[in-house]
Structures are given as structure tokens and as C-alpha cells.
């Protein structure tokens, strides 16, 4: 039996049935949560009820904030300061005792990338088929460990091996945060949460920067390789934290009494997007694929990571072009890091706070990036030294568009293949973009970089006219949905979405559905 043909009878199936009323092939086709909540005997009457107790939710909620948020941001933080180690590195000696140029280090920055778009999909595939969060924490114990080693390399070959390797076990970690957020938040309460988490990029800025500054007092032993002995130290130690902490999802998760289980299945009813489902469908990855909306938001992610891809690997080095302290070059960078958290937080408020506003903050949060970057360039540099600063510092507001765009995948895509892939899509032009990024800022153009400004300003521009053609589609689809609602004499309520039974159905096969925007 196909995929379609089971999911056709389970969702013939009434909605009070129980498990041992279906077939194996029709259990298989059933979302994970829908079998919980048969087992357990939770009638959606009875979800209803608990979907109503407000004070019950909002402690529930605060509860799964207590456990996932700061393992979710810590992880973030490390995963910032770590990547970053290499530019940190590059204001002391790592140039003069590996014997890199600036072109190996261009390459070392898209050599990270490369790695990472190599192993996102199978460490997606392997995070469905298993457990997420031993996946996740596994890796986050590698990647500590290899960037130990690092400190041990000698030339170009052992740092491109290394960064190689980082890349690799770094690769899954936003995909599967995002899946994680997805799974145990309601869509109006995603973006912010995955706010709080990639906010703690610009966190990792000020505390890399701040660690960097205080690595950078020692004399008996190599700055760089100190940076990536103690950072590596602590990332294989909070590794093994999140081991013990971070649950693999809502149904195993030991915290959580049956009762919260089941809120948290009748909350993630709420979307139509499924909550869990082991099973790898093929013909949802074949409709991902075919999806505009994945293309649209692909196209997006590219654009954006191009002029992630520049800044992070050469702001420090712009900076190193004001001022000729190493340590005053770190310190001047640390700012920048406090504006990131500043814009992500704001616009994913924004974007979780007023209802279908999130393509509107994508475009509002890529204006101070069009401006930082027009100061970089133009400003003269030995007059206007503080208006330069301000536009590095400014520049970092399109990650608020990157969080919403990366996040609208997992929001936005009903049936838990076609997230994954999509997800898994939308990740791979952000390692595209992050590895094309470096090269259009030329050693030769050195400090302001014009082809790379030009480069920045030409994305952004585009990325308006994606946001605007991305928000037309998705509001053509609701209507059309909703049209066809109207001519039957449906009306949706959130008492369908609880009663629907689970059949595991993408955003094109359920026509309840509807998209945020």
C-alpha cells in the first residue's frame, strides 16, 4: 500500500477510534501524536477542554520555555563563539604561524560551509529516524572536540581539515532547532522563540569578543591557539549537558506528566502542520521539491547568507582597518553583537505579536543593512570614524529576516517529511550563500571592500521583491482556500483542527490548512 492509500484510510477512520481499530499500514500513516492520545484514551473533547484553561497554558508554556530556551541559546552562544574562533583568531597569529593568506583564509570560511551543506540532509534524515536531541547533543560533543584539535594544526591543510569536520557536526543544529520549536510551540508563538535562541549570535558576539580580549593577555602561550583550546573545552562540557537535559520531543519527554502531553498534542493540532512522524514519505519530498514557496524562501536564504557569509568573515578585518590594536580591534567588534540581539528580538516580537507580519518584518529589518552598509563604503574613514562603527554595528539587522525566513518552512509546511525537507532545503542555500559570501570581499580592496558593499546592497535588494512575491503567493492561497470553504458552507474553528485525526497530511492534501505570512 502507498503512502497516499494509507493516509487516505486512516483519515476515513472516526475521529473515536482507537489504535487497535487500524491496520498496521494505517497506524504507520498516523502521526505519532494522534497514536498517543488513542493510547492514552484522550477524547478531543477532553483536549478541547484543556486548550481552554488558560492559566494551564500559560504555565505549561513557561515550563517548556524553562527547559528547551537555555539549552536552546547556550548551544547557540557556543555555536557562534565557535565558528567565529577563526576570525577571532585571524587579528593575532594565526597568519604568521600557519603561514595562511588572506585568500586561504577566504577559503577556510567557505570550507566550513561546504561541509555543512554536505551533511545537513543526512543528519535531518538521521534526526527523524532517531532521536533529535541525542543527534543534536552528540554533535555539539564532536564539534567541541574538533575544535580542540584545531589548535594543534601547523599549516593550511590541518586547518581545512578541521574546519571541514566543524562544519560537519555543526550542520544540524538549526535545522533541528527549528523542527524542535515547531514541535513543542504554537505558530503564533515560533518566531519569537526562535528569536530568543539566534538571538544568541549577537550574545556570542559580545562574549567571544569579551573572552578574546581576556585570552588576549596571555604571553606565555599563543592567542589563537588558546582561543580554540578553551572554547572547544566548553562546548564538549555543555554537550553533555544537553544530553541529559534536552528531551527528544513531546511524547518521551520525562518532564512532562500524560496530561501536558497532551496539551501539547492538542496545541501542535492547532497549525495542521503534524507534530511527529518516523516514517520517510517520498512523495512529500518530491511535493517540497515542487513547492514555490520552498523556492521563493531558498532564494531568500541564499541572498541573505551571501551578505552573512561577507560580514562575519571580514568585520572583524574591517574594523582591523580603523584601528591597528588587536585587542582594541576586538573590543570595537563586541557592540555589534548587543544590535543583533536588539534587532532579532524586536522583529520576531513584532512578527509573533501582530498576526500575519512576518514578510513585512523581513523587508522593514533589511533597511539598516542597506544603510550600514552604505556608511562602510562611502563614509571617509580618517573624519567619520564613529559614523563607520555605526553602520558595522547596524549592518547585522537583516538576521531578524534570516530567523523569520528559516523558521516559515517548519510554520509553513504541513506533513512532517515535507517540513524536514523543506527546512532541509532552505538550510542548504544558507550554506551556498555563507560559502559565496567571503569571496566578493577582495584582499586587494582592503578596508572598505567595495565589490563586497555592492555585492550586499544589490541581495537586499532583491530580497524586498522575494518578500513582497512570497506574502502575494501565500495570500492567494488562503483566499483560494478559504473561497472554496465558503462555497461548501465550511467555517474553520480550532475545534476542527483538535477533531481532525492525524493522517500525517501535507499543506497541498489538507485543504484546512492555512499559510502565515
Known amino acids: ?19 487497535d481499530d487500524f491496520e498496521i499500514g494505517e497506524i504507520s500513516s498516523l502521526d505519532e501524536a494522534d497514536i498517543f ?4 484514551n484522550f477524547t478531543h473533547e477532553y483536549i478541547q477542554e484543556l486548550l481552554v484553561d488558560k492559566e494551564l497554558n500559560k504555565k505549561l508554556v513557561r515550563k517548556i520555555d524553562l527547559i528547551l530556551l537555555p539549552m536552546l541559546a547556550g548551544t547557540y552562544v557556543l555555536q557562534y563563539v565557535d565558528k567565529s574562533a577563526l576570525a577571532y583568531s585571524a587579528v593575532f597569529d594565526l597568519f604568521t604561524d600557519t603561514g595562511i593568506s588572506n585568500d586561504q583564509y577566504s577559503w577556510l570560511a567557505s570550507i566550513f560551509y561546504f561541509a555543512y551543506l554536505a551533511a545537513e540532509y543526512p543528519w535531518s534524515y538521521l534526526a527523524q529516524r532517531t532521536r533529535m536531541a541525542k543527534v543534536v547533543s552528540g554533535c555539539v560533543i564532536s564539534w567541541g572536540a574538533i575544535l580542540m584539535i584545531t589548535a594543534a594544526c601547523q599549516n593550511f591543510a590541518g586547518l581545512s581539515i578541521c574546519r571541514f569536520l566543524l562544519g560537519v557536526f555543526e550542520a544540524p543544529i538549526t535545522p533541528c532547532f527549528m523542527m524542535i520549536v515547531s514541535m513543542w510551540y504554537t505558530r503564533q508563538e515560533q518566531p519569537f522563540r526562535a528569536g530568543v535562541f539566534y538571538s544568541c549570535n549577537g550574545v556570542g558576539s559580545m562574549v567571544g569578543g569579551l573572552v578574546t580580549y581576556a585570552i588576549g593577555q596571555m604571553h606565555s602561550f599563543p592567542v589563537w591557539r588558546a582561543i580554540f583550546l578553551i572554547c572547544g573545552g566548553v562546548t564538549v562540557a555543555w554537550g553533555f549537558l544537553m544530553l541529559y537535559i534536552l528531551p527528544d520531543d513531546i511524547l518521551s519527554a520525562k518532564r512532562f506528566s500524560l496530561q501536558d502531553k497532551a496539551v501539547l498534542v492538542g496545541r501542535g493540532k492547532l497549525g495542521r502542520t503534524g507534530i511527529l512522524n518516523r516514517k520517510i514519505k517520498w512523495y512529500q519530498i518530491k511535493e517540497a521539491l515542487l513547492d514555490p514557496q520552498v523556492w521563493l524562501l531558498t532564494l531568500f536564504m541564499l541572498l541573505n547568507e551571501v551578505i552573512n557569509g561577507g560580514i562575519a568573515s571580514f568585520g572583524k578585518l574591517i574594523i582591523k582597518g580603523l584601528v591597528k590594536d588587536p585587542l582594541l580591534t576586538t573590543v570595537l567588534g563586541i557592540p555589534q553583537g548587543a544590535f543583533q540581539v536588539f534587532w532579532v528580538l524586536s522583529g520576531t516580537w513584532l512578527a509573533s505579536r501582530i498576526r500575519n507580519f512576518r514578510t513585512v518584518v523581513m523587508v522593514m529589518y533589511l533597511l539598516p543593512t542597506v544603510l550600514g552598509i552604505c556608511l562602510i563604503w562611502k563614509l571617509n574613514r580618517a573624519k567619520h570614524l564613529i559614523g563607520v562603527l555605526f553602520g558595522y554595528y547596524i549592518v547585522g539587522s537583516y538576521v531578524t529576516s534570516l530567523v523569520l525566513a528559516l523558521q ?34 577582495l584582499s586587494s580592496e582592503s578596508p572598505t571592500y567595495p565589490t563586497g558593499c555592492i555585492l550586499i546592497l544589490s541581495c537586499s535588494a532583491t530580497q524586498v521583491v522575494i518578500s513582497i512575491t512570497l506574502r502575494f503567493l501565500l495570500v492567494r492561497r488562503n483566499k483560494s482556500r478559504d473561497a472554496a470553504a465558503a462555497a461548501r458552507g465550511i467555517t474553520e474553528t480550532e475545534e476542527h483542527a483538535i477533531e481532525e485525526v492525524g493522517g500525517d497530511l501535507t499543506d497541498f492534501e489538507n485543504p484546512h490548512f492555512r499559510y502565515v505570512y
Open 408 to 441: 516559515m518552512p517548519s510554520t509553513n509546511l504541513g506533513g512532517y517529511t515535507k517540513r524536514v525537507t523543506g527546512v532541509a532545503v532552505v538550510f542548504m542555500a544558507y550554506c551556498t550563500g555563507n560559502i559565496i559570501g567571503p569571496h566578493a570581499f
Open 37 to 40: 492520545l488513542r493510547e492514552h
Open 1 to 19: 500500500m502507498d503512502d497516499k492509500a494509507e493516509k487516505s484510510d486512516a483519515i476515513q477512520t472516526t475521529p473515536n477510534s482507537k489504535v
